[in-house]
């Protein structure tokens, strides 16, 4: 839901900075192209000036609930109305929806880092609580989905509004084709002041509520559901704990391999140990058969017998 209304705040605050600055400012040609101009590079600079202080908060793990943090930095967008209203008047006509537009995207920036650090969070706790368990893709897939249907529905509801407030705008460029091309910047020009001048009160007014109204409320939105996320403190702490403890294995080894890494650098290969020799098996003795022995009569004797 948080990336639904984030979403759907910064397209308001984009896509209607038009039809602000040309229904509400009446500005036109030129001028209009230049105030749209200053507006990104202001948004730019701010942005950019704000990112190295997320990065350095961001760095460490801090004991603090940073979803507090992060509530409360996205909260000062909420100023915004308030001086967009009292400005008014004061600094010329569109220097105010400058402030305006430029105090609601910093208020945003550190929803940047706290969306993604709020997404590894999910995945890691989800990953625990089965094992082997992967679902990375799906939770992107999703908050990607619900992303873009927000800031769909937002363009849907402020071109339906504009429509029913009675905005009608005629194609300049198409009535001006017939016009030589010196006069033709002249004609456009004519053109767009005609479309200013000829819409409806109520378009302007219609305009002026959803930067009044609907995009602080889906600001206001965002920042509660920010501030009560619940993944935090004991919670954060406890998916900490246990990814140190499944990649605790990996880091640790076994002392009889430090103990050969110390006696073998590394890139060397130990020696091999010889076997054990072998005693060899002990001859077979041969003994007589049992029964009665036959004396042995001398060559000799025998011999002389016979002769």
């Given amino acids: 839901c948080i990336v639904f209304f984030d979403g759907a705040v910064n397209t308001l605050l984009v896509n209607g900075a038009l039809y ?6 009446g500005l036109s040609g030129s001028d209009r192209s230049l105030y749209i101009t200053v507006t990104g590079v202001a948004q730019g600079i701010v942005t950019m000036s704000l990112l190295p202080v997320w990065t350095i908060f961001f760095r460490k793990k801090r004991s603090t609930n940073i979803n507090k943090v992060c509530a409360g930095a996205c909260s000062m967008g909420l100023v915004a ?31 940047t ?37 927000g800031r ?18 005629s194609n300049c460029a198409a009535e001006c084709t017939n016009v030589d091309r010196d006069a033709m910047s002249k004609c456009r020009e004519e053109c767009e002041i005609q479309n200013f001048q000829s819409q409806d009160p109520a378009v302007a007014t219609c305009i002026q509520f959803f930067y009044f109204a609907v995009i602080p409320s ?36 076994p002392k009889a391999t430090k103990a050969t890494n110390a006696t073998h650098p590394e890139g060397t290969e130990a020696p091999e140990e010889p076997a054990p020799a ?17 004396p042995q009569v001398p060559q000799a004797e025998t011999s002389k017998a016979t002769l």
């Fill in 81 to 111: 109305p308030i001086a967009l209203y009292f400005l008014h008047g004061v600094l010329p006509d569109p220097f105010d929806f400058l402030v305006y537009f430029v105090l609601v995207g910093a208020s945003f920036t550190g929803q």
């Fill in 113 to 149: 880092y706290w969306r993604a650090i709020v997404l590894c969070w999910v995945v890691d706790e989800d990953c625990q609580a089965k094992a082997g368990r992967r679902r990375e893709a799906i939770f992107v897939g999703c908050i990607s989905l619900i992303s873009s249907t």
């Fill in 278 to 294: 072998v005693p060899p098996a002990p001859a077979p003795v041969e003994t007589a058969p049992e029964g009665p022995q036959v």
């Fill in 152 to 169: 769909a529905a937002a363009s849907g509801i402020l071109l339906t509004a504009l429509s029913a407030a009675g905005l009608e705008v």
């Fill in 20 to 25: 602000y600055y040309t229904f509400v400012s």
């Fill in 218 to 253: 889906c600001q206001l939105i965002a920042v509660v559901l920010t501030y009560v996320f619940p993944i935090h403190s004991h919670r954060l702490e406890l998916i900490y704990k246990n990814q140190e403890e499944i990649y605790k294995p990996m880091s640790d080894t």
